[in-house]
């Protein structure tokens, strides 16, 4: 769990154990954004690829009827298919190209605000280097050694590649009788039993046992009932309903 | 105050909130909008209570998602983008140019000069493009420019029709090569090198093979014209790539990271510029140079009066400050 409360004096902060990347906004807050990870880009990437095939083959049989005019318009088409595609998608949809929104990503700034043309031009542009020497070489170690996952052309653009954010459902609290705790609690152990109590549906019974036995003797209550005391506290601490 | 109460509290607000949210992401009826900066920054101040008095994940995970959303309709950069261009046309990117001098100098002594060197040296000793052009390239090159064949451009018979075609091609085929000189400088800037290099060797081989054959008059009267803006347009989307290699060798003060940043955000620029130029370049290919009816030496002139304006313009546009910008 991440530690939200300040730390004392000038320590820095802690970096989060996993993938995380915070934002700090200038309202003081710390945005959790979640980097995407290579598979999940390049199979994103391979579903905009195919796409991208379809709309080209369907556009040369339209425009082979064309004749000349078609010939002509088929090579900007082209041309706007194979450099534009990803800039305008990305610009025009909120960061996401079909692919993307199909894998559930989207591009943003460093600082968490929408991609804008000059950034996504770049990152776009600079694909190219991504893929150089064959199949996304570069671009693949890239962004396997660095920490948000960025490819070369979100190096020098700036930007981000993240997971969008699930609606969340309320979960249930478990019945229990509301009380106090035994101790004084901190933050995050308040934090931590909310959270082992709103969790409670997606464990199974002898885990939570198992869970709740841990904190049966510093809470000085009995094994047996911790469950339920557990749950007596966390309702506590949330107030009535 | 127990988070109950917390949230019952909040509960109307954070709900006119949603609904404001989902209306400025699908960029529909924004009359609510002058409330929104005022309703974000009280949710920003519930997240911060929320999280300081150790209320529950699900609570704060939601609020997180929110005030992430807010954030970006808030921050999000908007660019007028009809205005900027026409500052950007009229004195941006010539001033950008010349802020860049020092690449663009060695961009374009790459460029011209192993044009200008691989022109004179096939000159000089014919055989020797052989050595650095297929030889059923230079054929098919030969075929276009020949003078008995009467028309020109990539394909010996050419109706008004195809000048159309052609336009469509120079399009894909030139801002194709441009956006490739770029973007393979962020290689220590040895990639932009090499294609301006490259391509600068294969034009003046051309040239100089076809000079020497005597098919001169029809190649130079071909390409004087559309060539100012270009070959120009070339030699700048490899200096804005050398830009990219080298704050990536040289990054001064910066972290390396951050000075990449700040010079692909001066770059990009330039190659947008560049892309104006080749439309541009591909209009004139397609409409002007193909023309046989013209005789050279309009064509010359009029090539002569595009180099010069070309120069005029990256040079000195933009040197005095305007209101309107």
Known sequence: MLEHTAPPGKAPLIPPLDTRHQVETPEGIDLPLRPAGLMVRAVAFSIDLGLRAVITGALFIVLAFLGKLGMGLGSLLLFAVSWWYMVLFEVLRQGQSPGKQWMGLRVVHDDGTPVGWSASLLRNLLRFVDLMPFGYFLGAISCLQHPTFKRLGDLAAGTLVIHIERPLTRPQLPEAEPRRSPIPLSLSEQRALLGFAERQAELSPARVNELAALLAQPLHISAPKAVGELNGIARGLLGPT | ?325
């Open chain 2, 1 to 325: 105050m127990k988070q109950s109460l917390f949230e019952n509290r909040h509960k109307a607000e954070w709900e006119r909130f949603a609904l404001a949210l989902e209306r400025l992401e699908r960029g529909k009826d924004t009359s609510q909008v002058a409330a929104f900066p005022k309703a974000y920054r009280r949710l920003c101040q519930h997240l911060a209570l929320a999280q300081e008095r150790g209320y529950s994940s699900f609570l704060i995970d939601s609020l997180q998602q929110q005030v992430l959303r807010g954030h970006q309709q808030l921050y999000r950069h908007r660019s007028r983008l009809g205005a900027n261009l026409l500052g950007f046309i009229l004195a941006g990117f010539p001033r950008l140019v010349r802020q860049e001098w020092r690449f663009v100098l060695v961009a374009a002594l790459l460029f011209f000069g192993s044009l200008v060197g691989f022109g004179v040296l096939v000159y000089v000793f014919p055989e020797l493009v052989y050595n650095l052009i297929p030889a059923d390239q230079v054929r098919e090159m030969q075929g276009m420019y020949d003078p008995v064949a009467g028309h020109l451009g990539r394909s010996a018979e050419r109706a008004a029709s195809e000048d159309w075609v052609m336009f469509g091609y120079y399009i894909m085929h030139n801002i194709g090569i441009a956006f490739q000189t770029f973007a393979s400088g962020l290689l220590a800037g040895l990639g932009s090198a090499f294609f301006l290099f490259y391509n600068g060797l294969m034009i003046g081989a051309v040239a100089g093979h076809l000079t020497e054959i005597g098919y001169g008059q029809t190649f130079w009267s071909f390409v004087i014209g559309h060539g100012a803006f270009e070959l120009t347009a070339i030699a700048l989307a490899g200096a804005a790539g050398l830009k990219l290699g080298w704050v990536l060798i040289a990054p001064g003060r910066l972290t390396r990271g951050e000075a990449l940043r700040q010079a692909a955000r001066q770059s990009v620029l330039l190659v947008c510029g560049v892309m104006l130029f080749l439309l541009i370049a591909a209009f004139i290919e397609a409409y002007w140079s193909s023309r046989t009816a013209v005789t050279p030496l309009t064509k010359y002139l009029v090539g002569a009066a595009l180099w010069v304006a070309v120069a005029t313009y990256l040079l000195f546009a933009g040197r005095i400050r305007h209101a309107p910008e």
